[in-house]
């Protein structure tokens, strides 16, 4: 949802500020260092801020250590005692009652088709609005995109619901079908900014060595939008595999459900089996979380390049 | 006597765009597919829906068309005007708290201190995980663990679940939505703070301004762009709840914490769909008219990021 569900305001395309989306800023990383060599750090401030990590740090501990208790220790109720003997079977039984392999295979399908269409879609889109930009019909076309980033799901939810029962995909296929329909106006508007900043000069001479307008986009604007493209992909990936709203409504066969879907089978059945809840609540965050700790500079970067792009 | 070339020129006078490049076709490909593929999947079902809202459809079978019966009704159903007020106070306070905090912690990140990295990294985590999967762990904290603890030092307002509370299960749900929608907020504000020049800081410091005073006076309208942007984004989302509601109350106590977005839902299971696709086309104008407010109220206040 609403994850830095991030859709920024008024993305288009500004004549007036053609270095708005500059590609070569320099990572915000490198900024920091910089500003930070004036004086000494702060000890203070430092272990504030530490102590402020933990809101994040132990709810993900309790996870790990909930998961790893046996069940009479789980049932005890103490969450922050940490697990003692070490017991692994909550896996297997988690892995088991949500068909794991199943369901991470059903939102890595989802997720990939939803970030390889919404990067494919938008970017040709964005190109074409991009260098017609003085045609009101490609100018409109932007417009008539951007007016639906006030239109959310819960709002055409009922009739996307009927509707693509009635198309036949009411399945897995039709969440990722909406999850690139929800995600083209940001992506488009992205794209279309980062285009203003390429200047045409590279096109324009391709074009007069005989490069057709399909093949200047593959060979030089599609390498150019490279730095966009993980954002616009970083942004999709997130929005697509972390989303409940959209799987749990629109996929009418429990047995095709996302990761985040199935784990409501431990909210009534397992109620008490917390060590097996808690187990599979890990596997299903565990992905994102080790994906982001080894990219976690890439991710940062990628996200904050879309979120500065106003 | 030979007539001139005409050049038409329009009311403006400006020569029409009779010489203009022609708009390659290829790029009408390049555009039909995302045109297609948007306009079937949301605004003609948006349209579809509100056409029903003027009927009596209950989401199979037969129909007719009633009017606004459906509207007139809305703004006497109890259910539905209190699922207004919990989403509209639950996103004006959780947008408070998010931004507060993530400006916060955006200034101390941005500040001289150790392992910013590090904690940079530990602060953005949230950002990855799934809202729904993450509430189901902050259930458990909430209605068993902190209960729990409570009992055991004999603090007698929280031994009871506060999920389980009709008049406390909302801050619970603000809490966790703030936990996980803060790093979004915070690396806006990090970029925004990065991008004032140091020199600023150094000339109020040297003219004696205070920490808090720099931080009114030069920082805040510096960045009051950014402010704007993840105070108009956080509450179109924030309007939309669903996700940590349902993992954590269900809606309940009673109806206590129901949103805007589950009754709308429940018109699918519950047999009133064109009811609540009323109640959709009221929300949809409701969620436009405060992105604008918001704009309107800030704009001429604040420079463009």
């Known amino acids: 949802m609403t994850a830095p569900t991030g859709t920024p305001g008024p993305v288009l395309p500004d004549p007036e500020r053609p270095d708005a989306a500059r590609p070569d800023r320099p990572a915000p990383a490198t900024r920091t260092r910089r500003r930070r060599r004036i004086g000494a750090p702060s000890l203070p401030l430092t272990l504030a801020l530490a102590a402020a990590a933990l809101t994040v740090v132990v709810p993900l501990y309790v996870t790990v250590a909930m998961a790893l208790k046996t069940p009479a220790q789980a049932a005890d109720g103490n969450a922050f005692a940490p697990p003692w003997p070490l017991d692994g079977h909550s896996f297997v039984t988690a892995w088991r009652l949500t068909r794991f392999p199943v369901s991470f295979a059903v939102s890595l399908g989802v997720a990939a088709a939803t970030v390889l269409g919404t990067l494919l879609l938008s970017s040709l889109a964005a190109y074409a609005i991009a260098r017609n930009w003085d045609r009101r019909r490609f100018r409109w076309s932007a417009y008539y995109l951007l007016a639906a980033m006030f239109l959310p799901f819960p709002v055409v939810a009922l009739p996307q619901i009927k509707l693509t029962a009635l198309l036949g995909i009411d399945n897995p296929l039709g969440v990722a079908l909406l999850h690139i329909a929800f995600q083209l106006s940001f992506s488009v508007l992205l794209y279309s900014a980062y285009l203003r900043s390429i200047p045409p000069e590279l096109e324009e001479n391709a074009r007069i060595d005989g490069a057709t307008t399909g093949q200047i986009f593959r060979r030089i604007v599609l390498p150019l939008l490279g730095p966009m493209n993980a954002t616009v992909g970083i942004f999709a990936f997130l929005a697509s595999w972390n989303d409940f709203m959209m799987p749990s409504l629109i996929t009418a066969d429990p047995a095709q459900q996302t990761l985040p879907v199935v784990q409501y089978i431990f909210q009534s059945k397992f109620g008490t089996d917390y060590n097996t809840a808690f187990a599979s609540y890990l596997m299903a965050m565990a992905p994102t979380v080790l994906v982001y700790l080894f990219a976690q500079r890439w991710v940062i970067s990628g996200v904050t390049r879309g979120a500065v792009k106003q | ?305």
């Open chain 2, 1 to 305: 006597m030979p007539v001139p070339a005409r050049v038409d020129r329009g009311v403006t006078g400006v020569p029409r765009r009779t010489g203009r490049r022609r708009v390659e076709p290829v790029f009408h490909w390049f555009l039909l597919p995302t045109l297609l593929l948007f306009t079937v999947l949301v605004p003609l079902p948006a349209l579809v829906g509100i056409f029903y809202s003027f009927t009596d459809y209950v989401g199979f079978g037969r129909w007719s068309f009633t009017g606004v019966t459906n509207y007139r009704a809305l703004f006497t159903d109890p259910a539905v005007l209190d699922a207004y007020k919990f989403t509209l106070g639950f996103a004006v306070v959780t947008v408070i708290v998010t931004q507060v905090v993530a400006l916060a912690l955006a200034l101390g990140l941005t500040s001289r201190i150790r392992f910013a990295t590090a904690l940079r990294t530990v602060f953005v985590v949230p950002m990855v995980i799934s809202a729904i999967v993450i509430s189901y762990v902050f259930n458990y904290l909430f209605s068993t663990t902190l209960p729990d603890l409570a009992t055991s030092v004999g603090f007698g307002p929280l031994e009871q679940s506060v999920l389980g509370d009709p008049h406390l299960a909302w801050i619970a749900i603000v809490l966790v939505t703030a936990w996980q929608t803060v790093p979004g907020s915070l690396l806006i504000y990090i970029a925004g703070l990065l991008s004032v020049p140091g020199e600023l800081y150094e000339a109020a410091a040297l003219d004696g301004a205070s920490p808090w005073r720099r931080f009114r006076s030069v920082t805040l309208p510096l960045i009051a762009g950014f402010v704007l942007i993840n105070t108009v984004l956080g509450v179109k989302g924030y309007l939309n709840a669903y996700d940590v509601i349902v993992a954590l109350t269900g809606g309940g106590p009673g109806t206590s914490t129901s949103s805007v977005a589950m009754r709308v839902f429940s018109g699918y299971t519950g047999g009133d769909y064109a009811y609540q696709m009323a109640n959709a086309a009221v929300f949809f104008v409701l969620t436009v008219l405060v992105s604008l407010l918001q704009v309107l109220a800030t704009r001429g206040r604040s420079p463009r990021p």
